[in-house]
């Protein structure tokens, strides 16, 4: 059965999440691009008010995210989560004083329709939360393989293809992220000594401060109608995939109600590429 408080804190997940991409990716905007892909870019936003606020927002969000995934299994909380671009888009729109036309609208309600058509006809179920060390190796270790060579190859590239090769990389980074944190809000439960005497909470907090500077590094490449898509596609794709593997998590997949499932994941989709390639939303960095 769904967990109300799960939908809820997922939902408000999206919300603090997508306020802060819209701040930090004003703020990155500013800083230069030598201290891309380093800690120095954190160093230069720490002293920007307006990125700052961005980071009460993450935190925000990272808590109701921790919240959702104690109540409920990441197949359920991650497609929500990532509802954030269709509450990033408006407000992006909004600050820059623009108006959204039918193209952003109809994007809009392809990513939320989709999702809540993948959701209910999944219906996700909760598995083990905390698997064997191997099953971790063999489930992490290729996922973080893909995320390094998306950053060493966006280091070598600039603009749109840099955006997106790193938004790439941080969207499989925060689906990474999502499982270590199902794992770690599982053992907070059962006692403070059994979680901090186990190595996922001191990996949350490395994969996240990877993700953190990925992701500051992807808006500083460009606007985010390059990195937020693909990263809002690949972060739940690789968080119920790796919820399934090593997780052991279900979804339901019946002939007919996966053909439903994949038509749902391919509107969701279809909205995100529509988003991606508004002129409206283009519009607002070329103008900035």
């Known amino acids: 059965m769904t967990s109300p408080v799960s939908v809820a804190a997922a939902v408000g997940a999206a919300v603090s999440f997508a306020v802060a991409a819209v701040v930090q990716q004003e703020s990155t905007q500013l800083v230069p691009v ?14 920007r008010p307006k990125w700052l606020a961005g980071v009460a927002f993450l935190l925000c969000g990272f808590g109701l995210q921790a919240l959702a995934l104690a109540y409920g299994p990441v197949a359920l909380v991650q497609p929500i989560v990532v509802t954030e671009l269709a509450f990033a888009i408006p407000l992006a729109i909004w600050r820059r004083r623009r108006r959204a036309g039918r193209r952003e609208v109809l994007g809009i309600g392809c990513v939320v329709a989709g999702v809540a058509t993948f959701l209910v006809a999944s219906s996700p179920r909760s598995g083990i939360p905390d698997p064997g060390g191997p099953e971790w190796l063999l489930s992490l270790a290729p996922a973080g393989g893909v995320a390094t060579a998306a950053v060493a190859l966006g280091s070598r590239r600039s603009g749109p293809v840099r955006a997106l090769l790193l938004g790439a990389a941080s969207g499989i980074s925060f689906g990474v992220l999502a499982v270590l944190t199902k794992a770690t809000t599982y053992l907070l439960g059962l006692s403070l000594d059994r979680a901090f005497s186990s190595w996922q909470l ?22 985010l109608a390059y990195s937020l898509p693909v990263s809002d596609v690949l972060e739940p794709v690789v968080a119920v ?38 002129s409206t939303v283009l519009g607002i960095y070329r103008d900035a």
């Open 34 to 47: 030598g201290k891309s892909l380093s800690l120095r870019i954190l160093a230069d936003l720490l002293r």
């Open 202 to 223: 001191y990996l949350v907090v490395v994969v996240g401060i990877a993700a953190l500077v990925v992701s500051q590094s992807a808006y500083q490449a460009g606007p």
């Open 241 to 278: 995939v790796l919820g399934q593997t090593m997780l052991g998590e279900q979804v339901t997949l019946s002939p007919g109600l996966l053909a439903l499932e994949a038509v749902a994941a391919a509107i969701a989709c279809a909205g995100i590429v529509v988003l991606a390639t508004s």
